[in-house]
Structures are given as C-alpha cells and as structure tokens.
C-alpha cells in the first residue's frame, strides 16, 4: 500500500509534509500514523493526492473507506487512506 511503501522509503512519518517548494509534491501525506494496522478502524493514514490524473487512476474507495475517510481530518476531494491504496 502506499502507507507501507512511505514507512520502507523513510518518508517523514509523523504529521503533514509541507506544500511549500518548487516541485508541487503527486501526495501530501497528512498523517500516517497507522494506528489501526490497515484495518480501516482509524484515519490516522490519511494523505491527499494532489495529482488528479494519478488519483483517477486509483482504484475507487470502498464504502468502508468512505466512511472512515469522512472522519479524516482536512478531507478534500482527493483525499484516500494510505493504507488502502495499492
Ligand atoms: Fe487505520 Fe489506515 S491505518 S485506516
């Protein structure tokens, strides 16, 4: 998932990455705490893609994710749970 591929790649793991800089970043990863392990019982993996044609061609979100997702801080439209993007 893209959670797991953030934690092997030593990406900052602890609170939002900045917007600030030259290159507009494809994900802003805003949390990804992954509290719950993947089981869609927390929000803490939340991340923006900020790339619309990489994030349309994701698969869609779950139902569950949705509902998780709604609990997310600073939802956007663009918004996924790290952990359940492959
Ligand atoms: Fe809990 Fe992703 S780690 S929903």
């Known amino acids: 998932s893209m959670l797991e591929a953030a934690h092997e790649n030593d990406i900052e793991l602890e609170g939002k990455i ?7 970043p494809t994900v802003i990863i805003y949390w990804t705490s992954r ?10 993996c939340h991340v923006i893609v900020m790339d619309v ?24 439209e663009t918004s996924r749970l790290g952990c359940q993007v492959i």
């Open 18 to 24: 900045s917007e600030r800089g030259c290159i507009q």
């Open 35 to 44: 509290a719950c392990e993947g089981s869609l019982a927390c929000s803490t």
């Open 53 to 76: 044609e990489y994030y349309n061609k994701l698969e869609d979100p779950t139902d569950e994710e949705n509902d998780m997702l709604d609990l997310a801080f600073g939802l956007t």
